[in-house]
């Protein structure tokens, strides 16, 4: 490194946005009020494939601002039925349990790979019913973004009505899913997004 470079100061690395601010932003509030539907508030009549993909599009609109691409596509729901993580549709029609298995793929990939979102499904299978499975995940994945981004409030305990290292590996997965959500949505507040994206064009 040369002698003559710049020094870094105290200023250089003092933070300009506290997360007492982002947490105060409406951003951040879309995001602690965040309800994912139950089992039984999932569609009880069966959708085309079109359907299933503006079902899925609605619930997660509130998390759009900090996910990159399409929640699910055509070509997306195809492959994860050739892939076995959801049922075959019946002459083209989805009935609730395929629609909640989507919705939990959706939430997962935006962490996991694909082939581990199988292995957990594969031991949810041998565990837990698809509703208790899926009202788990919906009930911890509120939880967490309600202490994430709340002012002063403490992470609810597990919802399991028993703690088990399956119940563990979820939860974890859910923590991962809200502590991206909490990084991309601090880095659009504070305008990292357009630095990088100015940055990019000067050099063009």
């Known amino acids: 490194m040369a002698n003559d470079s710049k020094r870094i100061t105290r200023e250089d690395v003092a933070p300009t946005v506290l997360p007492d601010d982002y947490l105060s932003s409406e951003i951040a509030h879309s995001f602690s009020v965040f309800h994912m539907p139950r089992y039984d508030e999932l569609p009880s009549v069966e959708l085309y494939r079109d359907q299933v993909i503006a079902f899925v599009e609605q619930v997660f609109r509130p998390l759009d601002a900090c996910i990159e691409g399409d929640w699910l596509t055509p070509s997306m729901v195809n492959n994860y039925v050739k892939l076995g993580l959801v049922a075959p549709p019946k ?77 563990l590996l979820v939860r974890n997965a859910v923590t991962a899913f809200v502590s991206k959500l909490y990084l991309l949505g601090y880095l659009r507040f504070i305008g990292y997004e357009e630095e990088a994206e100015a940055a990019s064009d000067k050099t063009r």
């Open 91 to 167: 002459k083209r029609l989805y009935g609730r349990e395929q629609v909640a298995r989507l919705v939990v793929v959706c939430l997962f990939k935006q962490v996991l790979s694909i082939s581990d979102i199988s292995r957990l499904f594969r031991i949810q299978k041998m565990t837990y019913l698809t509703e208790v499975a899926y009202n788990y995940v919906s009930t911890e994945l509120d939880h967490a973004l309600h202490a994430a981004f709340t002012l002063d409030e403490e992470a609810a305990p597990d919802s399991a009505s028993m703690v088990t290292r399956e119940s």
